[in-house]
């Protein structure tokens, strides 16, 4: 009977002690919680698909955090990825694909061939199916570059100050500057070197140019100092 109440004795002592090493136990496996700071918002990020190559072979989405944005260009059935710090307004064209850059340039890819360019300078682009259009300012001057979809340049307007491209892609619209106003010109894409005049102005500028939704007629506003 005696060993009966010891094996007791030593049983509950022991279911005792137990019991209470499980709150510490308990406590040491949470981990003590913590409250955000702002510090913590840059570890996080938002992506955003923004388009499909015509030929549905590439993507280009965007990587957005607090202090900076990436553009990719990422190929579908493989492995190939073209990153862009800081690129904004990307759009594919044909089988090519431009968006702006940091620092006033334009970025230029033809993925399928690996061809990479850069237009510094550059202040705003327009596409078409086998042409890109870059507005440029250099030495104090602007002007406007048409490259072909494999970013050879074809054609450049100098003095330009402003364009606007049509709904079918297949005309130009621009202003040049000349000494004492400027003149408003446009041209067929397919054959950029026959300017037609469509007008000029004295003392004044043109700016806000814009086709009608049948690309058959352009409106400008003119500005005077």
Request: aromatic share 12%; net charge positive.
């Amino acid at each position: 009977m005696k060993a009966r109440s010891n094996k007791r004795n030593l049983c509950f002592c022991f279911m005792a002690m137990v019991a209470c090493l499980l709150p510490y136990v308990a406590t040491g496996q949470v981990k003590a919680k913590r409250m955000l700071t702002e510090a913590d918002y840059s570890l996080w990020s938002n992506f955003s698909l923004k388009g499909i190559s015509d030929n549905g072979k590439w993507a280009n989405y965007s990587v957005s955090h607090p202090d900076a944005d990436t553009l990719f260009v990422h190929q579908l059935n493989g492995k190939k990825r073209y990153a862009y710090p800081k690129g904004s307004d990307g759009a594919f064209a044909g089988d090519y694909f431009v968006c702006k850059g940091k620092d006033s340039t334009v970025h230029f890819l033809k993925p399928g061939k690996g061809i990479r360019k850069t237009y510094k300078g550059a202040k705003e682009y327009a596409v078409t199916k086998h042409h890109f259009i870059v507005q440029e300012f250099k030495g104090g001057k602007g002007r406007l570059c048409l490259y072909t979809d494999e970013g050879q340049p074809v054609h450049i307007f100098e003095n330009a100050t402003s364009f606007s491209l049509n709904a079918d892609m297949n005309l130009l619209a621009f202003s040049e500057k000349i000494e004492g106003g400027e003149q408003l010109f446009y041209v067929e894409i397919a054959q950029p070197a026959k300017k037609i005049l469509i007008a000029e102005a004295k003392s004044a500028s043109y700016g806000r140019l814009t086709w009608n939704e049948h690309g058959t007629s352009l409106y400008a506003m003119e500005y005077r100092a």
